[in-house]
């Protein structure tokens, strides 16, 4: 652009400020110009306003910041490919972690975006764009709040869950779970229709577009605060009764029944000891920490961006309602002819300085790296290494299988038996009874078993096995000396008793000893004493018997 051109622009104002009415009223966020009369005139800062207020190296700052969420996307990415595509048991997934996961991505898109499209910034010399006249900008801001609205909820629901764990010792199951993705993804959305309607976003921060400063506290800021509030809430209560539960714990001398065997009640509250709640507690600490550590890092960055950004919106508004307060900045402007540098002091006392604002964008970017150190677990780096290794063909990890395990059993008969070691001995089958010799083959068709026939009868030779070492054995026969086992009398079995003669065995003890008086020994036939009873030997003519 010509001088002509600029100073026909400039309107009478000095440089670098340009008159407003040089500029038409519609076109880019005209409510995002920074404006302060000046005698008659409308004097405005150049856009974008940044580039007056902070040093040169700002852009880099928040391009380096941009670079940090390229790589918090990567982490991202690896993690939900990782839950995706790999087995339960590699990563351990779980929809809480997935879904902070996926928030974590729109947000990091927020600032990607204009990363790669590299939009203009400014639809003219005072009028900074708007999500009317730029898409990149729309979708950077759309993504960018609905990241943190997400971000917001879903960090807010897994803090609820491991509450009602701890504290309630309620199990949070199917219904736990269609409530939050109603709740987690269901605010986000509402909240982003609504800011997008009642405040539009805009470059007003650097190359991301960020929500207008109209009705963006009522829309946007207080609900978004609202549910961080109620999640650090929650948080602190969590800790609170897990302190409460070790303290207690330490004067708590009574016993436990825990790895008695015995049964544990523990849906009651009531009924478990101090030291029997610390030991639950602990026990969901130990598999929660990742996710309260989590909780505790996202919930203060979300709200430190919070308080930076209303901070800079209050302070450029304020400058707005009453320019006064830029005056000292505007006549250092204007008598170093626009050298920005020469009055960056004055510059400070209005704005967020640079150190403060790289930090913010930082800890935002930095949200996907800590998600895969946290929830990400070395058993997912070992599953995609054993995933590549099985497409290429080169096992790391062989699994041991029996060779019996590896035998087809509809094609080899031999899979129930033991295979020979000699390999080239021919292969022989070792079953009992010989396929060919089966009845129902030789009959045709299913019959029942001949039993007692001569197949399966006494004359059925036994078989053994190649490497058996036992055969069948007679029962073994006791022999006193000097006498065969025809030589002892067999004592008589007592005779049926009558069924309805059972009076008095009522409360007899069927494992233990009981005693049979005399009136009932009509009841057996006792034999004389043989002569050649054998000392220890049960006497059946004793005038009572043990049964």
């Known amino acids: 652009m010509s001088n002509t051109s600029i100073s026909a622009l400039r309107g009478g104002c000095p440089a670098p400020f340009f ?3 040089s500029f038409p009223t519609v076109g880019g966020h005209v409510e995002g110009r920074l404006c302060s009369p000046l005698g008659p005139l409308s004097c405005c800062i150049p856009c974008p306003m940044t580039d007056w207020a902070y040093p040169d190296n700002f852009t880099a700052a928040t391009q380096a910041a941009d670079w940090v969420n390229v790589i918090g996307m990567i982490c991202c990415g690896f993690l939900l490919l990782s839950w995706i595509i790999l087995p339960v048991d590699k990563t351990h997934r779980h929809y809480l972690s997935i879904s902070l996961t996926c928030a974590t991505v729109l947000m990091n898109l927020g600032f990607i975006i204009p990363l790669a499209a590299k939009p203009e910034q400014c639809y003219n010399e005072i009028t900074p764009n708007g999500m009317d006249t730029s898409s990149v900008c729309a979708a950077s801001g759309a993504f960018l709040l609905a990241g943190g609205w997400a971000g917001i909820m879903w960090i ?23 409530f939050s993705q109603v709740l987690g993804w269901g ?14 976003v805009s470059f007003r921060f650097g190359a991301t577009c960020h929500i207008n400063h109209e009705n963006s506290l009522a829309d946007f ?19 609170g009764y897990c302190i409460r539960v070790y303290l207690a714990s330490l004067s708590d001398n009574s016993a436990t029944t825990e790895g008695s065997g015995m049964p544990s009640y523990s849906n009651s509250i009531r009924t478990m000891t101090p030291r029997q709640a610390y030991r639950r507690v602990r ?13 505790l890092i996202i919930i203060a960055d979300v709200i430190f961006f919070a308080v930076v950004f209303v901070f800079m919106d209050n302070t450029v508004q304020a400058i707005k309602d009453d320019p006064e307060k830029a005056l000292t900045w505007a006549a250092c402007l204007i008598a170093y002819s626009g050298d920005k540098n020469k009055c960056l002091d004055q510059a400070s006392n209005l704005v967020v300085n640079l150190p403060t604002v790289t930090a913010v964008l930082v800890l935002l970017a930095m949200n996907g790296i800590w998600l895969l150190l946290l929830l990400g677990r070395w058993s997912m780096f070992t599953g995609w290494i054993d995933l590549f290794a099985s497409a290429t063909g080169h096992h790391t990890k062989k699994e041991f ?39 129902d083959a030789a009959r045709g068709g299913r019959q029942t078993p001949d039993f007692f026939g001569q197949n399966y009868g006494p004359t059925a030779r036994y078989q053994p096995h190649q490497r058996s070492f036992s055969s069948p054995r007679p029962p073994p026969q006791m022999h006193w000396d000097g006498y065969g086992k025809d030589d002892y009398p067999q004592p008589p079995m007592p005779t049926s008793r009558p069924h309805n003669n059972s009076h008095g065995y009522e409360h007899m003890n069927p494992l233990g000893m009981n005693r049979i008086e005399k009136e009932e020994e ?21 005038d009572h018997v043990f049964i």
Not at 221 to 239: E, K, M, N, S
Not at 408 to 435: C, F
């Open 522 to 542: 009509i009841q057996y036939t006792t034999a004389p004493r043989s002569q050649y009873t054998q000392p220890g030997a049960a006497d059946y003519g004793r």
């Open 283 to 295: 026990r969901v600490i130990q598999l929660q920490w990742r996710g309260i550590v989590i909780v």
């Open 401 to 439: 299988v029996s060779v019996d395990a590896r035998m087809d059993v509809k094609q080899d008969p031999r899979s129930y038996e033991m295979l020979s070691r000699d390999s080239g001995k021919a292969d022989t089958v070792l079953t009992p009874i010989s396929a060919t010799l089966s009845p």
């Open 221 to 239: 800021w207080i609900p978004l605060l609202v549910f961080a509030g109620l999640t650090v809430i929650i948080q602190f209560a969590t800790f």
């Open 156 to 178: 807010f629901l897994r803090a609820l869950s491991l509450h009602l764990q701890i504290c309630w010792q309620l199990v949070v199951g199917r219904n736990y779970m269609w």
């Open 19 to 21: 008159n407003e009415l």
């Open 187 to 200: 605010v986000p959305i509402v909240g982003l229709v609504i800011l997008l309607v009642f405040s539009g």
